[in-house]
């Protein structure tokens, strides 16, 4: 039995590492993944994880104080109602 030369076992491997190959064969990561970015998308990426990031603080104490705010009008209320029903006895 001939052994296959190395070139030819390259050639016959080339299509399943490009991801053209068949059913079942996953190749982990698309052509894009793998091209490097620029400076200028690195930049942008940066920027908009720092607003996200921002955003989601900024959300957060807003919720914060919408629910302190909430929560001190109803006990102000609830102290209201019972100096007014208290007094009226």
Same mark, same amino acid.
């Given at each position: 039995?001939?052994?296959?030369?190395?070139?030819?076992?390259?050639?016959?491997?080339?299509?399943?590492?490009?991801?053209?190959?068949?059913?079942?064969?996953?190749?982990?990561?698309?052509?894009?993944?793998?091209?490097?970015?620029?400076?200028?998308?690195?930049?942008?990426?940066?920027?908009?994880?720092?607003? #996200?990031?921002?955003?989601?603080?900024?959300?957060?104490?807003?919720?914060?104080?919408?629910?302190?705010?909430?929560? #001190?009008?109803?006990?102000?209320?609830?102290?209201?109602?019972?100096?007014?029903?208290?007094?009226?006895?």
């Amino acid at each position: 039995m001939a052994s296959p030369s190395l070139s030819s076992l390259f050639s016959a491997a080339a299509p399943l590492a490009g991801g053209g190959g068949g059913a079942g064969v996953r190749t982990l990561g698309s052509p894009a993944s793998v091209r490097p970015i620029s400076h200028r998308q690195r930049r942008r990426r940066l920027v908009v994880a720092s607003v #996200k990031w921002r955003y989601k603080g900024t959300a957060r104490k807003e919720a914060a104080l919408s629910e302190l705010i909430e929560r #001190k009008v109803a006990e102000a209320t609830e102290a209201f109602y019972n100096y007014i029903f208290s007094e009226s006895k």
